[in-house]
């Protein structure tokens, strides 16, 4: 059970350091805005959320399953799989002659049915047979995973429908200073003419979707009965919350969101692969962590864990924008991830 | 106590913001008119790091300047599109080299480059079906350049078959069944096996590019088929992985093996007689080749650019392997 | 009259073990009953049947007469079965009303499509309860691993008898507690007793079930092996029922 | 998930047969598995095939044996496969350097080796010390130390190259068996006979190779230390309730430091084997995901990642029961893809089976 002082998210997090991370952000942001020339703009602050969006939904996606004191390790190949169903379908549907939009639609709909699937077996694997969530969703990994190679044979899904390209990489407005102004629809103008282009399609669906949840986490009984279940599940159980029932909830919601994000990921690069998301869970538990939840389970908000992608993301993107060299990159990420944690912990323990 | 808590912090940051600029290596590109090209390799893998090699040499020769950008951990758009976008986004490029990680994929971004003013050339891998001499949605970049994978998995699997007397059953350690290059090479090598009726591809395996992985399977494979009498490894990680699993089986010269990427362990395999045929791709000279051109047009625009350009490989033999015009062809 | 809550010849069983043999018992409106035994007495699995967390093997439970069959401990919630636990069985990281409601979050419509948590009334009604046991607590939004045991053990009982209970499970009240929290505990049995509630109490500390209870029962090894009114039996004897020496001493 | 009623089941555990079983069921899953795998794999059930599974396995034992430590604290060490990493890197730049030197063979690789070892402890102190003095958690820590060790690392290979140009003898040894026997013709120890042509090295049978002895070893010093010694108990103390441990009196933060330096030499002791097994220093790539892989065997040896439980022969099984699956599974002529999903369906239906039928056996 939880015992006060294990990790220093157990102890009370100051108020400074739940602000820490924030700030942090703040200090991050300043110091590449300074170094990296072209940092300070619009899009850039556009690029970190066009290119986080996948990992913004696998941190969210994590973070429900971290809450309740699991870990699910198949979000990333959940995505990969969600990225060939839908890709396959796209194709299918298309040489039926089905119209674009239609074809997407649809799509969409079964790949979020299917991808649901994992969720509800690891939940039940959890919830039901009690096996340990590191090694239910270890296993899922390796199904999905195998699925999704099976499907695809070493081909990458091709002939996708433009239109869907065109979306994932499409923004709400587009801005040619002095000449167009148009919704969606990216105008067509000669070869070193700029166009602004104003929040990317993906971003707004993503977060649509992570602010859906966020309230439900927040504000409704479902999410207040994961908290109580990551905090204490006998209390919860004998508080009469049907703790199983809950918890595959939490596993499926966990593979929708991870689905959710496979689709962007076809939208956005017209192709679909089992190991699409392998190199997002890493940093989708980071993130989660950073944003200041505890692997024990029982605290965490959706907020934070987008705070935390961003400590990620804008590091990243920051560096390769000062044009930091490969390897010291790894080595600044690694020092600097350390470090805001260490702080926000110095804060912590500052306060008690 | 505070204090000193206070005071650590205060040095930590100092000190962290003190190393940032040090670390950060290579200083803002210069603006003075110079030619700045941006190489954007596929992987981090020794291939695209001899490469690197092979365009920084160029480009020091022709005096132009040189942007590496970040070496993506691995094979996909999902981790090549951010950095590509990040590091295009310090500055107008004149000319970007990439080894495209999706067929689909880059097109969309790579022509978001374009049409802010910057030639692209495909390295390695291609956009679409590597035909930019037609028009099409994919025919913007200025060439292609890199080695015909499949044609390359064929030579390998009619030179096993020389190797090994034309009968015999082989068995192929590959990567990664979504890197297209790969892909091909295994194509390939299917195709040319199938010509000789004696000889059976009795597995493909695939390691993700884990050499430990190759190994296992490598070794399971023999064990199942104790007749194999010819590995093909698709890659620097395949191939070491499966000729150390002959090594560890203790069958070295009872099984020829055939290896793609010349690293100099493998060389050095194949001086020790634990390897027997090294392919080598030229990707030194492919990167060369694509600093070559991109200055050329740069510098004349009415340049008629070839839009396909093919180095091919060399092979490495016993017999070649001290030869010192092959030492050119290895990879470092 | 009838009991209020009542078990016939309720048995449980883990494995080989039988940890509850036949045991009927029950309890009267306004009466408090407490349940004394050895560690591993069976007790605790005992009111676990009560409350809905284990099922019998055999035998039935009755809550006015009428026989119940819980299949988890929402089902006795919600019959008014309540239980205040030896752990308490508080979610350490969220606050008092939140706990005070947990598993029956008020809930109001939003836009009539979906139902948002209301906190501000479980504020304003968990402040009621507490003030009404008159419990202090600095902030009810201040989360349980801040409190201290007494606080903890106010806010267990408040949440029971906010709904109503007809039957109050009380594992080990006191054990946890300082001397004056103690004297507060036992107070408040008092007045939920003359409230009309049926209390069954599980204690060691002998003074304390003296002091409130009504009836007591012995268990030892898993089954019933004596009951007696408090007004006609002593510490001594029930101390010999619990060890098993009463044949000695008869 | 914790203890808790939901996961109880008293009774069975209480008999010892039961306890046995429940304990062991990796154990009972992998001899299952060699039974079955026996009959469907022709190849399978020799001990050619079992000498190269150990042999193929023993740096993911020792990485599993390392990650076993901290897990039984409560943490997590992430960084395991890139100390791997950088130990094999470095002892293999420190021999390059070396050779160019008069220095004889042996000494390069007694030096080499030691180098890599020592370097391991470094990344262990850092994250040990950020985890127990400044309560970082260990997810971060470590993953924070998998960076910087992979940025360190690929310097030393000055790029994405495997260092090569080792001593000839370190494959020699990292890949020698004991005995060597030619049948009905010769028998001989730590040399394969010299008069063997290359057509005939399939008729010589190879017993016991070297890696075998080490892991051998290493696994009864540690069970030693984990079982047998305070050490052992006071990981345990931690693991289980840190308050409880504090107030018995142990240092806590002193221990955890331990533990992390532990854990990193043996994935330095894995880099360093490695270095013998391959012939190269091998930078370890991201793909490889070493340290899931060892978290994996240590959960399937019936570790908690909640702290307080798990043993070392349990994650030595737990290496097993994947290495055994996967080559199994392959032997038999699963297809690849058709693989990854079988060990992920066998591996939820032994758990289960094991959570579902305690009685069964």
């Not at chain 1, 159980?237 to 962007?264: E, T």
């Not at chain 1, 389970?297 to 920051?318: D, K, P, Q």
């Not at chain 4, 039984?72 to 293999?92: E, K, P, Q, R």
């Amino acid at each position: 059970m939880n015992t006060t002082g294990k990790t220093c998210q157990q102890n009370l997090i100051g108020e400074m350091g739940k602000r820490w991370v924030f700030l942090f952000l703040l200090l991050e942001f300043a110091y590449f805005s300074i170094s990296a020339s072209g940092y300070f703009s619009f899009d850039t602050v556009q690029m970190i959320l066009f290119y986080g969006t996948e990992i913004f939904l696998l941190a969210s996606a994590e973070l429900f399953v971290i809450i309740t004191g699991g870990i699910d390790l198949s979000v990333g190949y959940v995505l990969g799989f969600a990225t060939v169903i839908s890709s396959k379908l796209m194709v299918v549907f298309a040489s039926l002659g089905i119209s674009p939009i239609g074809c997407i639609l649809i799509s969409i709909v079964i790949t979020l049915v299917i991808g649901l699937i994992p969720g509800f077996v690891n939940g039940v694997l959890v919830a039901k047979l009690r096996i340990p969530p590191f090694i239910a969703t270890f296993s899922m990994l390796g199904i999905t995973q195998g699925i999704s190679e099976l499907l695809m044979q070493g081909i990458p899904a091709k002939n996708l429908p433009i239109l869907a390209g065109s979306i994932g990489n499409g923004y709400l407005l587009y801005i040619v200073p002095g000449q167009a102004l148009s919704f969606f629809h990216r105008p067509d103008v000669p070869r070193g003419v700029r166009v602004y282009e104003i929040i990317p399609n993906v971003v707004v669906f993503a977060f649509l979707f992570i602010a859906v949840f966020a309230f439900i986490l927040k504000r409704m009984r479902f999410g207040q009965h994961l908290y109580a279940i990551g905090g204490n599940i006998d209390a919860a159980a004998r508080a009469g919350i049907n703790v199983r029932k809950n918890l595959v909830a939490v596993y499926m919601l966990s593979s929708f969101f991870a689905s959710l994000a496979g689709i962007i990921y076809v939208m956005k690069y017209i192709t679909g692969k089992a190991d699409a998301g392998a190199g997002f869970l890493l940093d989708a538990i980071a993130a989660v962590v950073i944003g200041g939840a505890s692997m024990f389970g029982g605290s965490g908000t959706v907020w934070r864990t987008i705070l935390g992608c961003f400590v990620i993301a804008v590091l990243e993107t920051g560096l390769r924008m000062m044009g930091t060299p490969t390897f010291d990159k790894y080595i600044l990420v690694g020092v600097i991830l350390i470090f805001t944690v260490l702080i926000e912990c110095f804060f912590s323990n500052f306060k008690k | 106590m505070k204090k000193t808590i206070v005071i650590l912090l205060a040095g930590l940051f100092t000190l962290g913001i003190g190393t940032l600029p040090i670390a950060s290596g290579e200083s803002k590109a210069s603006a003075d008119g110079k030619i700045t090209l941006l190489f954007m390799p596929g992987v981090a893998d020794p291939f695209y790091t001899t490469m690197e090699k092979g365009v920084r040499a160029k480009a020091a020769e022709l005096g132009v300047d040189v942007i590496v950008a970040e070496y993506p951990k691995s094979w996909g758009p999902e981790a090549q599109v951010p950095i590509l976008e990040a590091t295009a986004a310090r500055m107008k490029f004149d000319a970007i080299l990439i080894a495209p990680t999706s067929n689909d994929a880059l097109i969309a971004p790579l022509k978001k480059l374009y049409n802010k003013g910057m030639e692209i050339i495909t390295v390695d891998t291609f956009l679409g079906d590597g035909d930019y001499s037609k028009k099409s949605t994919y025919s913007f970049p200025l060439t292609y350049i890199g080695s015909d994978n499949e044609l390359g998995g064929k030579l390998m699997a009619e030179k096993l078959a020389a190797m090994v007397g034309e009968k015999g059953k082989v068995f192929c350690e590959a990567t990664n069944p979504d890197a297209s290059s790969v892909a091909d090479r295994v194509k390939g090598f299917k195709a040319g096996i199938a010509e000789f009726p004696e000889m059976e591809l009795v597995g493909v395996e695939w390691c993700q590019d884990v050499q430990q992985v190759a190994q296992e399977q490598t070794l399971a494979a023999l064990q199942k088929n104790k007749d194999i009498v010819g590995i093909f490894g698709t890659n620097v990680y395949s191939a070491q992985g499966s000729y150390q699993a002959v090594v560890n089986a203790g069958l070295t010269g009872a099984i020829k093996i055939c290896s793609w990427d010349a690293t100099q362990e493998l060389i050095g395999a194949l001086k020790k007689g634990q390897v027997d045929l090294v392919l080598a791709q030229k990707p030194a000279e492919i990167g060369a080749l694509g600093v070559e051109w991109a200055v050329k047009f740069l510098k004349d625009k009415s340049v008629n650019v070839p839009k396909k350009i093919i180095p091919g490989f060399e092979f490495f033999t016993k017999e070649n392997v001290n030869d010192p015009a092959m030492e050119q062809y290895i990879y470092k | 009259m009838g009991y209020i809550i009542e078990t016939r010849d309720i048995t449980k069983r883990f494995g080989g073990l039988t940890a509850v043999d036949k045991v009927s018992m029950g309890v009267n409106a306004g009466e408090v009953v407490a349940v004394l035994g050895d560690n591993g007495a069976g007790k605790s699995t005992l009111i676990k049947m009560i409350s809905g967390v284990h099922r019998p093997d055999e035998g039935s439970i009755l809550l006015e007469g009428n026989p119940m069959k819980f299949e988890n401990p929402m089902g006795a919630l919600a019959s008014g079965i309540e239980t205040i636990y030896q752990d308490l069985a508080l979610a350490e990281n969220l606050n008092v009303s939140s706990n005070i409601f947990l598993g029956r979050e008020k809930t109001k419509k939003r836009f009539g499509l979906f139902n948002v948590l209301d906190h501000p009334y479980m504020l304003e009604e968990s402040k009621h309860v507490l003030d009404k046991l008159d419990i202090h607590i600095p902030s009810l939004k201040s989360t349980i691993r801040t409190l201290s045991g007494g606080q903890r053990q106010a806010v267990a009982i408040s949440r029971s008898i906010y709904w109503d209970a007809k039957v109050l499970i009380m594992d080990e009240p006191t054990a946890a507690l300082g001397i004056a929290e103690q004297k507060k505990v036992l107070n408040l049995v008092n007045s939920l007793k003359s409230q009309g509630i049926g209390i069954i109490i599980i204690s060691h500390q002998m003074y304390d079930i003296f002091e409130v209870a009504d009836r007591i029962i012995v268990m030892r090894r898993g089954r019933k092996v004596a009951e007696r009114l408090v007004s006609e039996t002593d510490p001594d004897e029930i101390v010999g029922l619990i060890v098993g020496a009463e044949t000695v001493k008869k | 998930m914790r203890t808790s009623e939901l996961s109880s089941r008293p009774g069975f555990t209480q008999t010892t047969i039961g306890r046995t079983v429940g304990r062991n069921w990796a154990l009972f899953f992998l001899i299952f598995m060699v039974i079955v795998f026996a009959f469907t794999g022709s190849g399978f059930f020799e001990i050619a095939n079992f000498q190269n599974i150990i042999h193929l396995s023993s740096t993911s034992i020792l990485l599993a044996a390392a990650e076993t430590f901290v897990i039984i604290t409560g943490g997590i060490d992430l960084s395991v496969g890139f100390v791997m990493g950088l130990s094999s890197a470095l002892a293999a730049r420190i021999m390059v350097i070396l050779s160019t030197t008069a220095l004889p063979v042996p000494w390069i690789i007694i030096l080499g080796s030691l180098a890599g070892l020592v370097i391991s402890l470094i990344p262990g102190f850092i994250s040990g010390t950020l985890v127990a003095r400044f309560k970082v958690p260990p997810f971060i820590a470590t993953m924070g130390m998998w960076g910087i060790c992979n940025g360190i690392t690929l310097r030393l290979c000055h790029g994405f190259f495997p260092i090569a140009g080792l001593p000839a003898a370190l494959p020699e040894l990292g890949n020698g068996y004991l005995i060597y026997i030619h049948p009905g013709k010769s028998i001989t120890f730590f040399q394969k006979p010299e008069y063997l042509a290359d057509n005939q090295i399939r008729e010589l049978i190879r017993l016991i190779p070297f890696s075998f002895i080490l892991i051998t070893v290493v696994i009864l010093i540690l069970w030693f230390i984990l079982h047998r010694h305070r050490f052992g108990q006071h990981t345990y103390a931690i693991g289980d309730n840190v308050d409880a441990a504090i107030r018995a009196g142990i240092d806590v933060n002193r221990h955890l430091v331990k533990i992390y330096m532990l854990s990193s030499f043996l994935a330095g002791l894995a880099g360093v084997y490695n270095v013998f097994q391959t012939g190269i220093g091998n930078y370890t790539t991201f793909s490889a995901m070493y340290e899931l892989f060892a978290v994996a065997a240590v959960v399937i040896g019936g570790a908690s990642l909640a702290g307080g439980k798990g043993r070392i022969l349990g994650s030595f099984v737990g290496v097993l029961v994947l290495a055994v699956l996967k080559n199994g599974l392959a032997i038999s002529g699963v297809e690849p893809f058709v693989r990854y999903i079988a060990v992920g369906v066998l591996l939820i239906v032994a758990v289960t089976i094991d959570q579902l039928f305690p009685d069964l056996f």
